[in-house]
């Protein structure tokens, strides 16, 4: 965020976004960095698609 400012997003049809949390950092040892976000909805907007895929360790499924 430049001058602790929010930024806005690209607006194009043809991007998608990859966003990566706290379990991307840990497992990349830092390489990954987690990123700040916030939602702003439109007054008017059409549907969309979301996926969420979770990435799980060997040893969250031991427990």
Do not use: F
Request: net charge neutral.
């Amino acid at each position: 965020m430049p001058n602790n400012e929010w930024i806005d997003g690209p607006l194009e049809s043809n991007i998608g976004v990859i966003w990566l949390g706290e379990a991307a950092s840990r497992i990349t040892q830092n390489r990954l960095k987690p990123g700040m976000h916030r939602v702003v909805y439109p007054q008017e907007s059409k549907p969309r698609l979301t996926l969420w895929y979770e990435l799980c360790t060997i040893e969250q499924l031991k427990n």
